[in-house]
């Protein structure tokens, strides 16, 4: 399991902060990532490791 505090964005300069609301959340075929949509990032990918459900 990762500690993470800070999720740095690749190809942008976004970093998303602990707790940051996820929506619009759609599976892909590897179930190690999920596409979905942030704030500031639409069109994300990341993966289930960093996710919690709430």
Known sequence: MHKAKDLKVKST???LKRGTVIKN??????????ECNADKVKGLVLKTCFLKKV
């Open 13 to 15: 300069s976004v970093t």
């Open 25 to 34: 959340i759609r599976l892909t075929d590897d179930e190690e990532q999920i």
